[in-house]
């Protein structure tokens, strides 16, 4: 097999002809009269023309092709013209030509050709440059992350984004309603609730019982989501938003931070109910702090339900005029309709009709149309875009980088590995990307969920072509593995005290392996040693991180999909600054180095996998 580019040169010049080599011109040959082995002449074009303008252009392909990277169909189609040109000489007379003192038919020479393009292994010469182009491609992930960030602030935003890219890399939408046709090769995804999803692909060797490759995380970040009815009585002359926080949003960081309003809006269309996204994406709500000059209130605890109600406005003239002629009704005098008496609507008249406007503005919704807005589910989001840092440009700022992180790497890996190298692969190599994973994942669309068992059952089931039972199901899990990919901590040198000594993971080096003795991660000795092989084979770097005993870990979406499926598993992930801030910080190479490694787990672990099989 070719590995490197002196063997891909050599392959090379046994396909092409020697240029160097003076081919013996008609009159240098002997004549039908000289010798009774002398080749009769022809009429038609010799098989030597013929060859070589086959030649010329296979040569200009090959030209091409070491220009961009050989893709696997223009392998097939250069294998295709050299069987065909062994099949038109074997119809033909065998025609010897000179090498110096040597002779050998044509025949033997293109059948030399052949077998060299037979036995070239093109994934095994791709993967021999890839040391090379994982450096020189580590920065280039940088600017398209940010740019995913900045433009996809909420959890539907994000899976929408990376729906689209699943689609533009070939991969066929599923939907859970619908019976699946899955094949060999085959790419596909499937979505629930908007804020989910699970991309996968087929080897083209795959046989069922054989097992996945699976990368898990979770797409949702901390934020603050509009109440249901988000209309507060004004105070003091401010228009304010009712917001409930998720997670551990309205944090000490959201303080004083320019938010955007952001979600999914449900609009009557017609007989049919569709679901848009919206995005307001600059300064719409403030949460102003009180200034410090007023002393311990300025100072906190703060209440979230009362002191931690973003102002979106001010009171208009109007609004105020019209609030003085209506008064409020007495709280809790009222049940809490979502019907108003005054309107036909049912939804918009319990929301700030600035907001609704601003809204339907944006979905391109007239004044006398906003009344066709069924429901939404809006949150509030950091606008300042994300942006590289420091003297080097060596570090990301950003908004939600936990967890879009390894999930968008997680994802480019699984298009990157599914690109090429499909052919001689056996197993499912799947992206798994959760929601609700801030809050405990309980719901339906969270790793909790039966989601990933219930996908992976119905793919082999598909491919098997029955309804597989739990001997197939059970050899599906125990053959495959998954990469809990969520970020960890990095070190922080103002805080050094805080962190366990050669634990503590650093910036633009790669994933670190998160390890926990009281089983908060997935991590064992047999799953590090998996992954560190599949490292190994592809160039990356593995750093480990694990608290100290007198802290507290956090939890993943590892254990409680790994305990389910009976899965082996490991909990790895990119390292940041600042975990659940309003804004961190990871380093610019990060992106870049977690499609490198996650790529090599989805490229490697079949061949791993044989080397610990016993484990």
Request: net charge neutral; charged share 20%; aromatic share 6%.
């Amino acid at each position: 097999m070719v590995r490197n580019a002196a063997s891909m040169q050599s392959l090379r010049s046994s396909y092409l002809p020697d240029r160097t080599v003076e081919r013996p011109q008609s009159s240098s040959r002997p004549n039908a009269s000289s010798a009774s082995s002398a080749v009769p002449a022809r009429s038609s074009p010799s098989i030597a023309n013929l060859l070589q303008e086959d030649d010329n252009t296979i040569s200009a392909k090959l030209a091409a092709a070491e220009a961009q990277v050989w893709s696997l169909k223009e392998m097939i189609k250069l294998k295709a013209a050299a069987q065909k040109q062994l099949q038109r000489q074997e119809q033909r007379s065998k025609v010897r030509r000179y090498h110096g003192s040597d002779r050998q038919t044509e025949q033997e020479a293109l059948q030399e050709r052949y077998n060299s393009l037979r036995d070239f292994d093109i994934e095994s010469f791709l993967r021999s440059q890839e040391p090379m182009k994982e450096k020189k491609n580590a920065a280039s992930y940088t600017k398209p992350f940010c740019d995913f960030l900045t433009e996809n602030p909420t959890v539907f935003h994000a899976v929408d984004a990376l729906k689209q890219d699943l689609k533009n890399a070939g991969f066929t939408q599923l939907s859970e309603r619908d019976a699946w046709k899955i094949e060999p090769s085959g790419k596909y995804f499937v979505e629930r609730n908007g804020s989910s999803m699970i991309a996968f692909s087929v080897g083209a060797k795959y046989e069922p019982g054989n097992g996945a490759a699976v990368l898990a995380g979770h797409v949702d970040a901390l934020t603050a989501k509009l109440k249901p009815i988000s209309n507060v009585p004004n105070k003091a002359g401010y228009l304010q938003l009712g917001v409930a926080p998720y997670a551990g949003g309205l944090g000490k960081t959201w303080w004083d931070r320019d938010l955007g309003i952001g979600g999914r809006v449900h609009v009557r269309e017609g007989d049919k109910i569709v679901t848009k996204l919206a995005k307001l994406d600059w300064p719409i709500a403030k949460l102003p702090t009180l200034a410090e000059h007023f002393g311990q209130p300025s100072q906190g605890p703060f209440n979230k339900e009362t002191q931690m109600v973003p102002i979106i406005g001010l009171e208009s003239a109007s609004e105020r005029m019209a609030a003085m002629k209506l008064p409020s009704p007495a709280p809790f005098s009222q049940p809490p309709l979502l019907v108003s008496n005054q309107s036909l609507n049912t939804f918009v008249s319990t929301q700030p009709l600035a907001l609704v406007k601003a809204i339907g503005a944006s979905l391109g919704l007239g004044s006398n149309e906003l009344h066709n807005i069924v429901n939404w589910e809006l949150e509030l989001f950091d606008t300042q875009p994300a942006t590289v840092i420091g003297l080097h440009k060596e570090l990301i700022s950003a908004g939600r980088i936990d967890d879009k992180l390894c999930s968008w790497s997680a994802l480019q890996a699984l298009i990157e590995s599914s690109s090429y190298g499909t052919e001689d692969s056996s197993l499912i190599k799947v992206v798994g990307l959760f929601d609700d994973e801030e809050i405990g994942s309980l719901l339906r669309q969270g790793a909790r969920g039966n989601f990933l068992p219930i996908t992976l059952e119905r793919a082999v089931g598909a491919l098997a072509g029955h309804t597989p039972g739990s001997d197939l199901m059970g050899r599906t899990y125990a053959n495959s593995f998954m990469v809990s990919s969520d970020v960890t901590h990095a070190v922080n040198p103002n805080f050094t005290e805080v962190y366990l000594a050669n634990h503590a993971p650093h910036l633009n080096v790669g994933v670190a392996i998160a390890a926990d003795s009281n089983g908060h991660m997935t991590t064992d000795s047999v799953s590090t040693t998996i992954l560190k092989r599949c490292a190994d084979r592809v160039g990356a770097q593995l750093q480990v991180f694990q608290i100290r005993n007198d802290s507290r870990s956090g939890g993943t979406v590892g254990p409680m999909l790994s305990s389910a499926m009976g899965m082996r598993a490991i909990d790895a992930g990119l390292a940041q600054l600042s975990m659940h801030s309003i804004r961190a910080t990871t380093g610019a190479l990060d992106p870049g180095l977690g499609v490198q490694l996650f790529k090599g787990f989805l490229d490697e672990f079949e061949e791993v996998d044989r080397e610990v099989r016993d484990e």
